[in-house]
């Protein structure tokens, strides 16, 4: 623990120097003879690199699910998350990534002038597809964000099952922002506030670079605390994985309820065997469960209309909206001071009334947008809660195919692997 | 690494990494914090010694050798700069290595260390899912409370953050009625000064205070009118120093709110000449009952809301005549109708009260007019009617095209038209008084020659024509065949418009007596009633009340 809380101090000290900015510096201010040099546009990067990294992904994609699944290896997991970290990481510079990409594709669908590029949506699509058969192996070692927080959960603690719920929740309040934010043309929140990329490009702002130390440092301690509490690509990957028929098994055969396996997993990822009969007062939480399902519509409603009140504030972050407010304040007095944007907008002669009704355009969008997200994150509430009403029997310990990250820990540490893999090699290890 | 031995050994290895990688990393950071802060700290070319060369360079702009002493302490700051940040680069770089070395060692030792997990827990726990239950509602009621809770709060704020516009069900229109009610424009309802209610007092004395209810300060010159919505007087001011937009309780005269109206874009840098008499708040305001809106002689318009909060603001054309802009505004439904006759440039336009779009604009091939537009009501029809010399223009006000001229006046135009029973009467001195027969083709039904306005208005009903002069004259005229009545000669002259309320006309001179006569085709004056000060406004006519204003004051006339 001190050795942990040493390395989180070392890394808050000296990071501040080694990602501050570099300045800008002033040109000289009389003549000196000196030629500026003429701004150039950097070459574009060359057709086939696209195709090699959708090739990467795939390699990496199959190479790491055939060692979770048939080769059963943590080890070569590790090799390969390695391998992605520094790949997709840091020669890429972490993009394009998966979890940006999902941001693309809803711009591709709300606005027909964006042509997405094929490299996105193989980012996007293989992750997904192999979630679907295979269960999450790309945040077991191909994500560079998952894999570096990996390497830094040095002490890993468990948390409460509750707060592990809870927390849960939030990957979906952001996916619902970055897809409202995208789809309205606001931004790519997630590449905006993604706390890894400027890590990977060795360049990032003071607040970047707060919010980097904070959640690395985090995971220090909570495992891969972006992954399990924030990532808003495992909210797609959880859903895919749900209904994947080859997910990781903990045990070759068997389960012995040795419990092992279940106090390795740092992702709390492990559902324990459960009794055949329902614990608490059946006819009871019937009912309850049924006014949960009737109220299921009517809470929607309410978190969309709640939601929708907002609209104007979220509206704020779209660029068209910003500089039809500044406009607005310079007209009306309220201000007696211009910004770039509102001097642009001036210049190009274009009447305030067409800057309105674009602002009240995206203001009518975001509307829509934030009564549908309302409803939508009132939903994933409801059934979390629903869900806690069921009761599934179990004789074993088993991944909860949702929240594992099939990292494959849990497979070194059952007993029946190791007679399996002892029995391979011929040894007995009863004797 | 299962040989106790061997992990010794790695253990042995590891803490040295460990120690040495830290120590390196501590001096590297030193080195680093200190590199950082003199780059932060230290501006080298803004360094005394390169500003004191600088400035010695603009005094001895020649001098070839300063210019070299400039132009090598700049190369040493950019160099010295440009080092400083290799050296942060590279040492960024060591920096991470270091980083990766010691994640490294510390996560190999702790696999060394590894310890196998207890046995504590054999089958899933009941109370946890329902503790996690429990948390999962809890968060869900938390989350939906604090977004109500932020929407309530915030509700205000958005609303006038919202760049939706209300429709038209939102913002009510005021109907014909509530507006007859009301006193929303320069001489009252569709500025054609006939009073809805006639239950005012006929006698008043500024001198004596009698039937003088309140009397208060307006606190900047304005030769503008009041105007009246509800239980509220507004009206303007202006004077080199500012432009603002007041607002008075009608029922006791206190100040409710006063709104300047500044830092408008477009506003000219330097103040229009204006006469005297004129000022910069000629023009008087207007409002729908959901706005107030006023212009100034500056051609900045801006938009307030009931409360006093700005809406929008604009600058309309910089006012370019010879005594200062004057036409007042007036609205039709939820359009703000603007009359901005120039000596360089003459239109009429029409802007949505709400948010300040323009929505339609007609340019006009007319001079100079001080004039105000009226509205009036052609078989069902409303037209807006504007004068200036040479024509009267009837536009349609939903599309501001234009219905029919008729080319009968001259020279400065400023009385406003009176519209009664079919006919549009517009009078100016040097010009005629034109009654214009309106329907499919408008025609000149008679004219009068003689005591023409040259500054107040006319007001006519289905029988009359009344007719005030600068000079002090009254003329009464048959509404439908042009026969004087009467003409009647008072000791001042009037620029007050008159009014008629009931079966009476009041008309205040420059000396600031009403006089009030009966709106007949026999003269019988009524009362002759001093403000006490004098006044050139038009007055309001309210429930059992009159507001005049002076230009510095607002006084209200009832039943005491």
Request: with cysteine.
């Amino acid at each position: 623990m001190k050795k942990a809380i040493f390395f989180l101090l070392l890394i808050i000290q000296l990071a501040p120097v080694a990602f501050s900015q570099v300045q800008r510096f002033p040109k000289p201010d009389f003549e000196s003879g000196y030629e500026q040099p003429v701004p150039t546009q950097p070459t574009p990067r060359a057709a086939v690199w696209d195709y090699i990294d959708i090739l990467v992904l795939i390699s990496a994609m199959s190479l790491i699910t055939w060692f979770i699944l048939k080769k059963r290896s943590r080890r070569s997991v590790f090799w390969v998350m390695i391998f992605s970290l520094l790949y997709f990481g840091f020669f890429k510079k972490g993009c394009v990534c998966s979890v940006g990409s999902v941001q693309n594709m809803v711009l591709a669908l709300f606005d027909s002038a964006y042509a997405i590029p094929i490299t996105v949506v193989a980012f996007f699509s293989i992750p997904l597809i192999f979630a679907l058969f295979f269960g999450r192996t790309f945040c077991a070692g191909v994500c560079p964000l998952g894999a570096l927080q990996d390497i830094v959960g040095l002490k890993p603690l468990k948390t409460p099952a509750w707060l592990n719920q809870v927390l849960g929740i939030v990957p979906y309040i952001y996916l619902g922002l970055a897809v409202l934010f995208a789809a309205t043309g606001a931004g790519f929140i997630i590449c905006r506030y993604d706390p890894f990329v400027g890590i990977f490009r060795f360049g990032m702002n003071s607040n970047m670079f707060i919010w980097g130390v904070i959640v690395l440092g985090t995971g220090v301690f909570i495992a891969r605390p972006y992954c399990r509490f924030l990532c808003p690509y495992s909210v797609l990957l959880r859903w895919m994985s749900l209904l994947s028929r080859h997910h990781l098994t903990i045990t070759p055969t068997e389960c012995i309820n040795c419990h092992l396996c279940s106090e390795s997993c740092p992702y709390d990822a492990i559902a324990g065997p459960s009794s055949e009969k329902y614990p608490g007062n059946v006819t009871t939480e019937k009912w309850k469960l049924g006014v949960m399902i009737v109220a299921i519509p009517i809470v929607m409603l309410i978190s969309g209309w709640a939601l929708s009140q907002l609209s104007v504030a979220f509206s704020r972050s779209h660029y068209v909206v910003k500089t039809a407010e500044q406009i607005r304040l310079e007209d009306t007095g309220q201000v007696n001071y211009t910004t770039d944007a509102s001097e642009a907008f001036r210049g190009t002669g274009e009447p305030t009334t067409g800057l309105y009704a674009r602002a009240a355009k995206v203001q009518e969008q975001f509307k829509l947008g934030t009564w549908l997200l309302g409803a939508f994150l009132a939903l994933v509430i409801m059934i979390k809660i629903i869900n806690f009403y069921i009761w599934k029997h179990r004789d074993g310990y088993t991944p909860d195919k949702a929240f594992c990250v099939s990292c494959a820990r849990c497979v070194d540490y059952c007993p029946v692997e190791h007679e399996r893999l002892a029995e391979l090699k011929g040894v007995n290890l009863i004797e | 690494m299962s040989n106790p031995e061997t992990n010794k050994k790695i253990y042995a290895i590891l803490n040295r990494t460990i120690l040495i990688t830290s120590i390196f990393l501590i001096l590297v950071s030193v080195f680093f914090v200190t590199n950082y802060l003199q780059l932060k700290s230290n501006d080298p070319l803004n360094s005394p010694a390169l500003e004191q060369l600088y400035k010695n360079l603009d005094s001895d702009p020649n001098n070839d050798m300063l210019r070299d002493q400039i132009r090598s302490l700049d190369l040493l700051a950019r160099k010295a700069y440009f080092t400083k940040q290799w050296q942060i680069n590279t040492g960024g770089a060591l920096l991470f290595i270091a980083i990766i070395i010691l994640v490294i060692a510390f996560k190999i030792k702790s696999n060394l260390r590894q310890k196998d997990p207890g046995l504590n827990k054999l089958e899933e726990n009941w109370d946890d899912r329902l503790m996690t239950r429990k948390w999962l509602s809890l968060s869900g009621v938390i989350l939906l409370s604090v977004t109500i809770l932020l929407a309530i709060l915030t509700n205000r704020e958005m609303e006038s953050a919202s760049f939706i516009v209300k429709k038209q069900k939102d913002l009510p229109i005021p109907s014909e009625n509530e507006v007859m009610k009301n006193w929303p424009a320069f001489r009252g309802p569709f500025s054609n000064a006939i009073a809805y209610y006639t239950n005012i007092p006929l006698t008043w004395d500024g001198e004596t205070g009698e039937n003088i209810l309140w009397t208060v300060d307006v606190p900047r010159i304005g030769f503008n009118s009041p105007i009246l919505w509800d239980d509220r007087l507004y009206m303007s001011g202006a004077d080199e120093e500012g432009q603002e937009v007041f607002c008075f309780n009608a029922d006791n005269g206190e100040l409710i709110w006063r709104k300047p109206v500044s830092n408008v874009p477009g506003t000219p840098d330097e103040l229009p000449d204006v006469t005297e008499d004129t000022g910069f708040a000629a023009p008087t305001m207007t409002t729908d009952g959901n706005h107030v809106f006023a212009i100034f002689a500056t051609g900045d318009l801006a938009c307030f809301d009931m409360d006093g909060n700005q809406v929008w603001v604009k600058n309309i054309g910089h006012p370019d005549n010879h005594y200062g802009h004057s036409s007042s505004l007036i609205m039709y439904e939820n359009l703000l109708l603007v009359q901005f006759d120039q000596a360089d440039v003459a239109f009429v336009t029409a802007l949505d009260g709400a948010t300040g779009e323009e929505k339609w604009k007609t340019p006009r091939d007319m001079g100079l007019s001080w004039s105000s537009p009226i509205l009036a009501k052609v078989d069902d029809q409303w037209q807006f009617v504007v004068n200036a010399t040479p024509n009267v223009v009837g536009y349609n006000p939903e599309t501001g095209e234009e219905l029919w001229r008729m080319d009968c006046l001259s020279g400065e135009v400023a009385p406003s038209s009176a519209y009664a029973d079919g006919f549009v009467y517009a009078a100016n001195d040097n010009a005629i008084l034109a009654a214009i027969k309106l329907g499919d083709i408008p025609e000149l039904a008679w004219e009068y020659e003689d005591d023409l306005p040259d500054v107040c208005s006319l007001v006519a009903n289905k029988d009359y024509v009344f007719m005030p002069s600068s000079w002090g004259t009254v003329t009464c005229l048959d509404a439908k065949t042009g026969e004087q009545y009467w003409l009647q000669e008072f000791d001042d002259g009037f620029y007050s418009s008159p009014v008629i309320v009931g079966e009476y006309v009041m008309a205040m001179d420059l000396e600031g007596v009403t006089q009030i006569f009966k709106a007949d085709k026999e003269f019988e004056l009524v009362a002759s009633n001093s403000l006490g000060m004098v006044a050139n406004s038009t007055p309001v006519i309210a429930d059992g009340r009159i507001y005049f204003r002076s230009t510095e004051k607002l006084i209200c006339i009832g039943e005491k």
